[in-house]
């Protein structure tokens, strides 16, 4: 919903950095901080230290800024999966597993709040919104590519695994905004990925399988020989 424009309130003291760029990135770390309905024009001018008249200049809405945060954001973060995942180059496995051990390590920072999409998408239920589908292309990516990457390993079911690693990256995420501190369900997750991969990817587990047998093919030649 859109806030509409209005007179500018008393001015806060502007800073020496453009506007713009202000307003931006305090509106970044507001709306992930305290979340975007409860965060108004008012509040990011002020923190931005500006005023309203300033922040419509820059920016048509509030909703319009909402969007380009988080096309910001995603931005960001294909940035960092792809540079995570680049010196494993031929190994989907391993790329796999990086992905989560990255999101672990960003998810139990002691300033994480979960995924900024995830909860954007909590609270921008209208299909209208600008940042909504911004949204929904991003998840739609997200699943994509985790299928990719269990097709490129040879999965059994490319698709079931891939979801199945979404269900778990966006899970264990989400666990970080109930769960204070090291010790919620997402320490876990990494785990639970293996187990996963050991299942879906036939080359592995007919390794892990070959391994287990060994032992026992041993002890039956050994009492054939005795």
């Known amino acids: 919903m859109k806030e509409a424009k209005s007179p500018s309130a008393a001015p806060c003291p502007e800073g020496g950095t453009r506007v713009r760029d202000r307003i931006f990135r305090t509106a970044r770390e507001l709306f992930y901080r305290q979340g975007i309905r409860a965060v108004g024009v008012d509040a990011i001018a002020c923190g931005a230290g500006t005023n309203k008249m300033s922040f419509y200049r820059s920016f048509g809405s509030k909703d319009e800024l909402v969007a380009e945060c988080l096309r910001a954001q995603v931005s960001e973060f294909w940035e960092h999966w792809d540079a995570s995942i680049a010196p494993h180059a031929g190994d989907p496995r391993r790329q796999?597993?990086?992905?989560?051990?990255?999101?672990?390590?960003?998810?139990?920072?002691?300033?994480?709040?979960?995924?900024?999409?995830?909860?954007?998408?909590?609270?921008?239920?209208?299909?209208?919104?600008?940042?909504?589908q911004v949204i929904r292309e991003y998840k739609a990516e997200v699943r994509r590519r985790l299928r990719a990457l269990a097709r490129d390993a040879g999965a059994s079911d490319a698709e079931a695994l891939g979801d199945a690693l979404m269900l778990l990256l966006e899970g264990s995420a989400m666990t970080r905004l109930t769960f204070a501190g090291n010790g919620g369900p997402i320490v876990n997750s990494l785990g639970a990925v293996h187990t996963l991969l050991?299942?879906?990817?036939?080359?592995?587990?007919?390794?892990?399988a070959a391994k287990a047998a060994k032992p026992a093919k041993s002890a039956r030649l050994a009492k054939a020989t005795s």
Not at 198 to 208: F, S
């Open 96 to 132: 796999i597993e990086t992905v989560f051990e990255s999101s672990m390590s960003k998810s139990c920072g002691a300033d994480a709040c979960g995924c900024p999409l995830s909860n954007a998408a909590v609270e921008l239920r209208e299909a209208e919104h600008p940042g909504h």
């Open 198 to 208: 050991d299942a879906y990817l036939p080359a592995r587990k007919a390794a892990a």
